[in-house]
């Protein structure tokens, strides 16, 4: 089975320039999650999508992000203008979800897939 | 607000001994509890899930508990080996909700020859 790929695998841009990033997750996973993980610390979430619809996206800096799954499938996570506090590990992962995504009682298929990130500097 | 903490101190031990991890909440009420490994450079790998009704998960030499009066998790290593050196990060997803993933900070393991 193949897993979560995302690209590129690293990317150096410059402070104001726009910077996108792709994932394609496990065929048949209904949740994709983006997370961002700055060194040292632990993933943050900030989008995720049940099938193409968005179910949270609180963290998401939406002055300067934005994310599309298209079709329910691939994704695109989206800055512009970078920052130099972007600078961090792009984590995108999939989960297998239950229709609506809602957690039922004691629902396994939970856990998450990781692609292995894109790194992202800003300089 | 809701927080989740493991300890930021890197845990440092003797191959063979029993690493133990931890992992506390607030303000939270999740719905299961997962643990997940992560090396230098790659994405976090799942190891193991444990349910808001289920008080141990044990999986080859890995242990997980649960305790929601505490509010805490505890991971076990047994018979640690040097391959088992990497960063465990705790998860949760709260109850009713969309398998929202919010992680900890991580822990550092270092198992020495």
């Known amino acids: 089975e193949a897993g979560v790929a995302q690209s590129p695998r690293y990317k150096i841009i410059e402070k104001r320039q726009s910077v996108a990033f792709w994932c394609n997750p496990i065929s048949g996973h209904a949740t994709l999650y983006w997370y961002q993980q700055i060194l040292g610390q632990g993933p943050k979430l900030l989008i995720q999508f049940q099938n193409n619809g968005v179910v949270d996206d609180s963290q998401l800096p939406k002055d300067r992000f934005s994310a599309e799954r298209l079709k329910g499938v691939d994704s695109t996570l989206k800055i512009q203008p970078a920052k130099l506090e972007d600078s961090a590990v792009y984590l995108c992962?999939?989960?297998?979800?239950?229709?609506?995504?809602?957690?039922?009682?004691?629902?396994?298929?939970?856990?998450?897939?990781f692609g292995q990130g894109t790194r992202l500097t800003v300089v | 607000s809701q927080k989740i903490e493991q300890n930021s101190e890197a845990l440092n031990i003797q191959e063979g001994k029993t690493a133990t991890l931890t992992c506390n909440y607030t303000n939270y009420s999740p719905a299961y509890l997962q643990w997940y490994r992560q090396d230098p450079g790659r994405g976090p790998v799942f190891l193991l899930l444990?349910?808001?009704?289920?008080k141990e998960k044990r999986k080859e030499r890995l242990k997980v508990t649960f305790d929601t009066t505490l509010k805490q998790s505890l991971f076990h290593i047994t018979a640690s080996q040097p391959a088992d050196s990497a960063t465990y990060l705790c998860a949760l997803a709260r109850s009713g909700g969309y398998n929202k993933l919010i992680f900890g900070a991580g822990t550092r393991l270092a198992v020495h020859p």
């Open positions: 992962a999939s989960s297998l979800g239950h229709g609506s995504g809602r957690i039922p009682p004691g629902a396994g298929g939970s856990e998450a897939f």
């Open positions: 444990i349910r808001e009704n289920e």
